[in-house]
């Protein structure tokens, strides 16, 4: 299983970016999809995950209100919209996808938000 992310760059405080993750490859029913952070010296935390059947997304403390995630069961993509940027959002972002009981895990994608 690939998962391929797209999106993320640097943007001043207040403003928005959007990621993408698809996956590809040899694989059964996604269970779920997500993003997770990780800044410098802090330990990886959930963003936002969605059960791909259906479902009232889960979104970390500190995003709620801002960042929406949205799922495309057809393309097995998962979309994180993100606004209202704050300096405390740098982080590496990755896309995770659960397959069974397996996760999977993208390379990681950098925001960077200025002040």
């Known amino acids: 299983v690939q998962l391929q992310a797209s999106g993320g760059g640097m943007v001043q405080a207040g403003g928005s970016l959007r990621l993408s993750c698809s996956a590809s490859?040899?694989?059964?029913?996604?269970?779920?999809m997500g993003w997770y952070r990780q800044a410098p010296g802090k330990q990886r935390e959930l963003v936002a995950a969605?059960?791909?059947?259906?479902?009232?997304?889960d979104y970390g403390y500190d995003v709620k209100g801002r960042f929406t995630i949205s799922r495309d069961n057809a393309k097995n993509t998962v979309n994180l919209q993100m606004s209202s940027l704050k300096p405390e959002d740098t982080a590496i972002y990755y896309c995770?996808?659960?397959?069974?009981?397996?996760?999977?895990w993208g390379q990681g994608t950098q925001v960077t938000v200025s002040s």
């Open positions: 995770s996808a659960r397959i069974g009981v397996t996760d999977y």
């Open positions: 969605v059960i791909m059947s259906g479902g009232d997304p």
């Open positions: 490859g040899d694989m059964f029913i996604i269970q779920a």
